[in-house]
């Protein structure tokens, strides 16, 4: 099945650090959403992303809707430690079924 | 409101037993989905639902079977477990237009 590419796989950051992340297809979305799991849970929706060109604020945490509509980035400014976790973004087209991305696992150095 | 919930959250099987998992939601949502998580796989669809009454497969639908009898519920049966099928199963709601998914807690399996 289809798969969105998400980057990096893993962060390794020190508490205080804004954070990037990205996510990118060969295919055209019209819904992009990033979620967080943390461990032991099921992922929680953060931002959702329905135009291109989007950017939408959710406190410390900003996602942006690509211009081609093939890629999402998700930013964290001044890390915590409850930032802490797996963040997911998936993508759909339409009224299919969303495509998840594998997950950037994020750690931070106290 | 409780959101979606998800019961057992831990069970251990043995191969070729066979179990069900219960997903319930009191969101009135249209839109029910069951996944597995497995390391560095991300989420994978299993089965998804669009409405009571109804089921479809998703990505990875072999060796499961669904029913939704009534809106807030989705069930998810294993008929006879494998190895393959140790995972992480979340269940997740979403309104019709099935975009922004709400997640249960989680079921992990164990099958030996």
């Known amino acids: 099945g289809q798969q969105l590419n998400q980057s990096p796989q893993s962060m390794f950051i020190q508490e205080g650090e804004d954070v990037s992340m990205n996510c990118t297809s060969s295919?055209?979305?019209?819904?992009w959403l990033w979620y967080k799991q943390d461990p032991g849970e099921g992922p929680v929706l953060l931002i959702a992303?329905?135009?291109?060109?989007e950017l939408t604020s959710n406190g410390r945490l900003t996602a942006q809707f690509g211009i081609t509509r093939k890629d999402s980035f998700l930013n964290i400014s001044a890390s915590i430690p409850s930032d802490v976790g797996i963040y997911f973004c998936?993508?759909?087209?339409?009224?299919?079924?969303?495509?998840f991305g594998q997950g950037t696992r994020l750690t931070i150095n106290p | 409101n409780a959101g979606v919930t998800q019961t057992p959250k831990f069970r251990v099987l043995k191969t070729g037993q066979s179990m069900t998992l219960l997903c319930a939601q009191d969101m009135n949502h249209e839109y029910m989905y069951w996944y597995r998580q497995d390391p560095g796989m991300g989420l994978r669809l299993i089965h998804y639902s669009v409405g009571e009454g109804t089921t479809a497969k998703g990505e990875v639908p072999d060796g499961y079977n669904v029913s939704r009898l009534k809106k807030q519920n989705f069930l998810l049966g294993l008929e006879s477990a494998a190895p393959s099928q140790t995972s992480v199963y979340f269940c997740?709601?979403?309104?019709?237009?099935?975009?922004?998914?709400?997640f249960g807690p989680g079921t992990r399996l164990t099958v030996t």
């Open positions: 295919s055209i979305f019209n819904t």
């Open positions: 998936a993508g759909q087209r339409g009224a299919q079924k969303l495509v």
């Open positions: 997740a709601s979403s309104d019709r237009g099935g975009r922004e998914q709400y």
């Open positions: 992303l329905y135009k291109a060109g």
